[in-house]
T-cell receptor
Framework: GQSLEQPSEVTAVEGAIVQINCTYQ??????LSWYQQHDGGAPTFLSY????GLEETGRFSSFLSRSDSYGYLLLQELQMKDSASYFC???????????FGKGTTLSVSS | DTAVSQTPKYLVTQMGNDKSIKCEQN?????MYWYKQDSKKFLKIMFS???????INETVPNRFSPKSPDKAHLNLHINSLELGDSAVYFC?????????????????FGAGTRLSVL
């Protein structure tokens, strides 16, 4: 089957750097995506890795190692507004829907 | 303009009732989805649909049925609602590149419908 594992909670202070890890088990790998969801809001796309290496988008970066079935999301210069749930996801084996990890709740304090 | 819109935002109903949730996207995407998010925030695919193919997650009860009048709409109809159906239901859409394997498969989500079954 397909599954993803990520920590359930992470806490950090403003200005810090935090890394959210994700390990996955899947066949027919089509890349690893990251989504952010604020409380009461909709998931929104953050980042995607189709190949090994680091992708940078502003304060957020995402990394993938296909040989290790592992990726991470790196958030730098944390701000209070970064407090949210972060989900890693892979494409479902059949069709184009996504299989999501259970989410990591990030709490940023001042 | 909202890219993916779904109505209603909140839905409170009694067990046994039948209800529908509507979804529309104005992104010109060819594939739409329904996801269910439970109280533990676990986000799970229910259906994906384009004008050629409906893919159903095998764990979804047949009380749930997607209905698509056209490419821009994918509604969700639920029969005989149960307490366990209480959740947030998200509609989403994406563009599938030729060959069925999108480079990024970015999914755009609606704001969600919070369903409470009493």
């Amino acid at each position: 089957g397909q599954s993803l594992e990520q920590p359930s909670e992470v806490t950090a202070v403003e200005g810090a750097i935090v890394q959210i890890n994700c390990t996955y088990q899947t066949s027919g790998f089509y890349g690893l995506s990251w989504y952010q969801q604020h409380d009461g809001g909709a998931p929104t796309f953050l980042s995607y890795n189709g190949l090994d290496g680091l992708e940078e988008t502003g304060r957020f970066s995402s990394f993938l190692s296909r040989s290790d079935s592992y990726g991470y999301l790196l958030l730098q210069e944390l701000q209070m507004k970064d407090s949210a749930s972060y989900f890693c996801a892979v494409k479902r084996q059949a069709g184009t829907a996504l299989i999501f990890g259970k989410g990591t709740t990030l709490s940023v304090s001042s | 303009d909202t890219a993916v819109s779904q109505t209603p935002k909140y839905l409170v109903t009694q067990m046994g009732n039948d209800k529908s949730i509507k979804c529309e996207q104005n992104l010109g995407h060819d594939t739409m989805y329904w996801y269910k998010q439970d109280s533990k925030k676990f986000l799970k695919i229910m259906f994906s649909y384009n004008n050629k193919e409906l893919i159903i997650n095998e764990t979804v009860p047949n009380r749930f049925s997607p209905k698509s009048p056209d490419k821009a709409h994918l509604n969700l109809h639920i029969n005989s609602l149960e307490l366990g159906d209480s959740a947030v239901y998200f509609c989403a859409s994406s563009h599938v590149l030729a060959g069925g394997a999108p480079a990024k498969n970015i999914q755009y989500f609606g704001a969600g419908t919070r369903l409470s079954v009493l």
